[in-house]
């Protein structure tokens, strides 16, 4: 196993901060955001002076219903060559869904959506997982993520999974403890009986992030100091085993280089602390380390860790709030292992083999079954649809909270919007997030989110917006530059409306 040691999220808006900050043994880089050929120059100073970099990949979707895309693959592998990486990490989690499985067009959530605890999901994600391992040329190590509710029908706990994801491929484990919090906040799962059932020899090293609590409902934000009660979880963890290596993810609303350092050495504590045998931590043990978040995040504005104020738009790549369901032939599809009832919420293991056993007409090493796949694509189709297009929510499931998750979405895509097409809040001022945020609840994102852009700038022109003339003249000149054309006839915008109408009523 790689010992890594202390690292932080490297981001293009705080790279000369992480160059200079002391102590940091390794960084971490979003996959996507890099070109194998042409590598950013600090990261290039870094690899220079010996601090390892990962590729942390969000687009495969392992989780999902198809097998991993071969060109995905090999672009990662590409990544992971070109930057001498030691290992690469991805999410056990689906981000697009329909297609030939399903006899329906393609969606993508632009997130990272959660798999069921099923023996299906778990069937198809292990088939999966060898495709990638068999692809890439060092070893894979896949991240839980957050998650607002559970499937239903669910038959594994969040350790009984990834016990026996370990047990059948091999594969490693990146262990996010802010996921785990968060998780425990949403959906009453106990981060203590988690990291008790996991294979903590597979652990290749662990996440550490920040989020805030509103409604009672735990945000992932990635922009807020790293609470005590993430930390009071990194300390269990590191009682029961000392991690390979440990890393701050920071992705928005970047604090001075000083507070990312202060960050570190509070993990550093923790470490420390849990490495001494004791007892695993709380929260309030381990409060003193961190009891300064609250007053760095009141002095650039934030709201503080366990506010509940508005949650700040969720922009790059962390897993946020997940909502799901599952309906096929017009019902729920019933768990094909019962699921008795146990006292604390979560899941109990089911009427079967024990984690680390095979599962009903399960294999350890065959692929899996055609048609564990089809019910699978049937069940994220249902819920993809539901969160991007507006169809109806899938059965089994809080309807309020899933709305939560589709908002969620829609700001996420609007950030990333304004983070791609930076013209087009300056063109449309303070009207871009709601022009925008109208347009997105009900038309999914079928492509990029370049392509994204210039759907929804075609979609303002068609309806004669902005009223203000200059604006629209400034927004026609950016979609004919980008486009390379002009703006659709009246044909062209019925064909397309046509195709929107199918794309948001084929799951309903």
Same mark, same amino acid.
């Given at each position: 196993?790689?010992?890594? !040691?202390? !690292?932080?999220?490297?981001?293009?808006?705080?790279?000369?901060?992480?160059?200079?900050?002391?102590?940091?043994?390794?960084?971490?880089?979003? @996959?996507?955001?890099?070109?194998? !050929?042409?590598?950013?120059? +600090?990261?290039?100073?870094?690899?220079?002076? =010996?601090?390892?970099?990962?590729?942390? *990949?969000? +687009? /495969? =979707?392992?989780? =999902?219903?198809?097998?991993?895309?071969?060109?995905?693959?090999?672009?990662?592998?590409? &990544?992971?060559?070109? %930057?001498?990486?030691?290992?690469?990490?991805?999410?056990?989690?689906?981000?697009?869904?329909?297609?030939?499985?399903?006899?329906?067009?393609?969606?993508?959530?632009?997130?990272?959506?959660?798999?069921?605890?099923?023996?299906?999901?778990?069937?198809?994600?292990?088939?999966?997982?060898?495709?990638?391992?068999?692809?890439?040329?060092?070893?894979?190590?896949?991240?839980?993520?957050?998650?607002?509710?559970?499937?239903?029908?669910?038959? %594994?706990?969040?350790?009984?999974?990834?016990?026996?994801?370990?047990?059948?491929?091999?594969?490693?484990?990146?262990?996010?403890?802010?996921?785990?919090?968060?998780?425990?906040?949403?959906?009453?799962?106990?981060?203590? &009986?988690?990291?008790?059932?996991?294979?903590?020899?597979?652990?290749?090293?662990?996440?550490?992030?920040?989020?805030?609590?509103?409604?009672?409902?735990?945000?992932?934000?990635? @922009?807020?100091?790293?609470?005590?009660?993430?930390?009071?979880?990194?300390?269990?963890?590191?009682?029961?085993?000392?991690?390979? *290596?440990?890393?701050?993810?920071?992705?928005?609303?970047?604090?001075?280089?000083?507070?990312?350092?202060?960050?570190?050495?509070?993990?550093?504590?923790? /470490?420390?602390?849990?490495?001494?045998?004791?007892?695993?931590?709380?929260?309030?043990?381990?409060?003193?380390?961190?009891?300064?978040?609250?007053?760095?995040?009141?002095?650039?504005?934030?709201?503080?860790?366990?506010?509940?104020?508005?949650?700040?738009?969720?922009?790059?790549?962390?897993?946020?709030?997940?909502?799901?369901?599952?309906?096929?032939?017009? !019902?729920?599809?019933?768990?094909?292992?019962?699921?008795?009832?146990?006292?604390?919420?979560?899941?109990? @293991?089911?009427?079967?083999?024990?984690?680390?056993?095979? =599962?009903?007409?399960? +294999?350890?090493?065959?692929?899996?079954?055609?048609?564990?796949?089809?019910? /699978?694509?049937?069940?994220? @189709?249902?819920?993809? +649809?539901? %969160?991007?297009?507006?169809?109806?929510?899938?059965? *089994?499931?809080?309807?309020?909270?899933?709305?939560?998750?589709?908002?969620?979405?829609?700001? &996420?895509?609007?950030?990333?919007?304004? &983070?791609?097409?930076?013209?087009?809040?300056?063109?449309?001022?303070?009207?871009?997030?709601?022009?925008?945020?109208?347009?997105?609840?009900?038309?999914?994102?079928?492509?990029?989110?370049?392509?994204?852009?210039?759907?929804?700038?075609?979609?303002?022109?068609?309806?004669?917006?902005?009223?203000?003339?200059?604006?629209?003249?400034?927004?026609?000149?950016?979609?004919?530059?980008?486009?390379?054309?002009?703006?659709? *006839?009246?044909?062209?915008? /019925?064909?397309?409306?046509?195709?929107?109408?199918?794309?948001?009523?084929?799951?309903?």
């Amino acid at each position: 196993m790689t010992e890594l !040691g202390i !690292g932080i999220g490297w981001r293009p808006e705080i790279a000369e901060a992480v160059e200079a900050l002391p102590g940091v043994d390794w960084v971490e880089v979003v @996959a996507e955001n890099l070109c194998a !050929g042409h590598l950013p120059d +600090s990261l290039t100073r870094l690899r220079a002076r =010996g601090v390892t970099v990962v590729p942390h *990949g969000v +687009s /495969l =979707g392992l989780g =999902g219903a198809d097998r991993p895309d071969a060109g995905r693959l090999a672009d990662l592998a590409a &990544k992971a060559t070109a %930057l001498g990486a030691p290992l690469v990490t991805e999410h056990i989690a689906f981000v697009r869904a329909g297609g030939a499985l399903t006899a329906t067009p393609v969606l993508e959530a632009g997130h990272l959506l959660p798999v069921p605890r099923t023996w299906d999901a778990l069937e198809v994600l292990c088939e999966n997982v060898r495709i990638a391992q068999d692809a890439l040329p060092v070893p894979l190590a896949l991240e839980n993520i957050a998650a607002l509710v559970s499937w239903p029908g669910e038959e %594994l706990t969040e350790g009984q999974f990834l016990a026996e994801l370990v047990e059948r491929t091999g594969v490693r484990l990146l262990i996010d403890v802010a996921n785990l919090h968060t998780n425990h906040v949403n959906r009453g799962e106990d981060p203590a &009986k988690a990291l008790a059932d996991l294979p903590v020899e597979a652990l290749a090293y662990v996440h550490v992030a920040g989020g805030l609590e509103r409604d009672g409902v735990w945000h992932d934000t990635h @922009a807020h100091p790293v609470p005590p009660e993430v930390l009071a979880v990194l300390a269990d963890l590191a009682s029961r085993v000392s991690p390979p *290596g440990v890393l701050l993810e920071r992705d928005d609303h970047f604090p001075p280089a000083e507070e990312l350092a202060s960050e570190l050495s509070a993990i550093r504590r923790t /470490l420390r602390t849990a490495s001494g045998g004791a007892a695993p931590a709380t929260a309030e043990a381990v409060a003193g380390v961190a009891a300064d978040g609250v007053a760095r995040s009141a002095a650039h504005g934030l709201p503080a860790p366990g506010s509940v104020l508005a949650v700040v738009d969720d922009v790059a790549e962390r897993p946020l709030l997940i909502g799901a369901g599952a309906r096929a032939s017009g !019902g729920f599809m019933p768990a094909p292992h019962p699921v008795p009832a146990v006292a604390d919420g979560g899941a109990a @293991a089911p009427d079967g083999p024990e984690p680390g056993g095979s =599962g009903t007409g399960s +294999s350890d090493t065959g692929p899996a079954p055609g048609a564990a796949r089809e019910r /699978l694509a049937l069940a994220q @189709a249902a819920l993809l +649809s539901a %969160l991007v297009a507006g169809t109806p929510v899938p059965e *089994g499931f809080d309807a309020r909270r899933l709305g939560v998750q589709s908002r969620a979405l829609v700001a &996420k895509r609007a950030g990333v919007i304004a &983070k791609v097409a930076p013209e087009l809040p300056e063109i449309l001022g303070t009207g871009f997030r709601a022009a925008f945020s109208s347009y997105a609840l009900t038309r999914p994102m079928t492509g990029g989110y370049r392509r994204d852009a210039l759907d929804f700038v075609e979609h303002l022109l068609v309806a004669g917006r902005p009223e203000d003339p200059e604006a629209r003249r400034r927004l026609t000149h950016w979609w004919q530059d980008r486009a390379g054309t002009r703006p659709p *006839g009246r044909a062209a915008r /019925l064909a397309r409306a046509a195709r929107a109408a199918f794309a948001g009523r084929w799951a309903a």
